[in-house]
Nanobody, 125 residues
Framework: VQLVESGGGSVQAGGPLRLSCAAS????????MGWYPQAPGKARELVAS???????DYADSVNGRFTISRDNAKNTVYLQMDSLKPEDTAVYYC????????????????????WGQGTQVTVPS
């Protein structure tokens, strides 16, 4: 699975930005996708995730400001970020994951994680 992020940039505090993550390759086992920002000197932290059935989950820090969505036909996940704050500044990595499951009689999925190359989001203070 290959993940390619786009949509990063610099935006004033309070403004919006929309990130995209396009998945390609053998995506049949991917069950969960999400976004992990990583600020300088800090670990990556999950801020939003979405399952194949479009169930979503958010970190408290972005709840009500960020919206994750996906277009299964395009294998693309989006992160709509509104009311951006300087503390949202980070490199945003797209994540895809699979869990051990029998997807079909002849197809077993294993646990695996894939990462994109990251896209920079900057909100000047």
């Amino acid at each position: 699975v290959q993940l390619v992020e786009s949509g990063g940039g610099s935006v004033q505090a309070g403004g919006p930005l929309r990130l995209s993550c396009a998945a390609s390759g053998d995506t049949i086992c991917v069950s969960l996708m999400g976004w992990y920002p990583q600020a300088p000197g800090k670990a990556r932290e999950l801020v939003a995730s979405i399952t194949n059935s479009k169930s979503t989950d958010y970190a408290d820090s972005v709840n009500g400001r960020f919206t994750i969505s996906r277009d299964n036909a395009k294998n693309t996940v989006y992160l709509q970020m509104d009311s951006l704050k300087p503390e949202d500044t980070a490199v945003y990595y797209c994540y895809a994951g699979s869990v051990p499951t029998q997807k079909a009689p002849n197809l077993a999925c294993a646990e695996h994680v894939w990462w994109g190359q990251g896209t920079q989001v900057t909100v000047p203070s």
